[in-house]
């Protein structure tokens, strides 16, 4: 089975800061990996996936991640963020298979102040 | 392009009434289908999905039960409501085999009081 650590809850930066929020997962097989952003009372956007590849990528609003398997992580990075970056992320996994559900974080809210 | 609608946005009930969510997908065939539960502070938990037109998984036992009546339709529903129900409801898609990432639809938020 897998699992996935989002190792912050909160987050809070200034407005064109650099930001990382960190993604830990575990898995006994290869693993596909995503990235969803969730703004107040709305559903969840995907922001980027790894399939495979590239271990470096690049998402939608500026994001990017890098999946690291020898440390079982997949880290999201912004190098300067905006007011409107606030918002929770979930880090998801999923192991394929033929049913293909997601296993999510527990999110990490980033706040990002003027 | 694929779209996902939920009804209602919002939904307001006593404890004890019965519920029913509608989910449809616009704009492919054969999705699976997801209903989360995401509760106040805490992150999302998978209720049911669905590989197929009656086919219903359940991951978690509860009060609630979920139906595929067409392809791209998805009811979440529930007999008699408790008030550890109250939460924000997402359905998502996912695109034919080969693809693994899931689509989210707008939510709805039940309050049951």
């Known amino acids: 089975a897998q699992s996935v650590t989002q190792l912050d809850s909160q987050v809070p930066v200034f407005e064109e800061a650099p930001v990382e929020l960190r993604c830990n997962y575990s898995s006994s097989v290869s693993v596909y990996l995503f990235w969803y952003v969730q703004y107040p009372n709305q559903g969840l956007q995907l922001l980027l996936k790894y399939l495979s590849g590239s271990t470096l990528v690049k998402g939608i609003n500026g994001f990017e991640a890098e999946f690291n398997k020898s440390q079982t992580s997949f880290h999201l990075r912004k190098p300067s963020v905006h007011i409107s970056d606030t918002a929770e992320y979930f880090c998801?996994?999923?192991?394929?298979?033929?049913?293909?559900?997601?296993?999510f974080g527990k999110g990490t809210l980033l706040t990002v102040n003027p | 392009s694929q779209t996902i609608h939920q009804w209602p946005a919002t939904l307001v009930q006593p404890v004890g009434s019965p519920l029913s969510l509608e989910c449809t997908v616009e704009?492919?065939?054969?999705?699976?289908l997801y209903w989360y539960r995401q509760a106040a502070g805490r992150g999302l938990q998978l209720l049911f999905y669905?590989?197929?037109?009656?086919?219903i998984s359940s991951e978690v036992p509860q009060n609630l039960s979920a139906s595929r009546p067409q392809d791209r339709q998805f009811i979440l529903s529930s007999k008699k409501l408790l008030l550890s129900d109250s939460g924000f409801y997402l359905c998502?898609?996912?695109?034919?085999?080969?693809?693994?990432?899931?689509?989210f639809g707008p939510g709805t938020r039940l309050t049951v009081t």
């Open positions: 669905s590989v197929g037109i009656g086919q």
């Open positions: 704009g492919t065939s054969n999705p699976n």
């Open positions: 998502a898609w996912s695109p034919p085999p080969g693809r693994y990432e899931q689509y």
């Open positions: 998801a996994v999923s192991a394929g298979g033929s049913n293909y559900k997601l296993t």
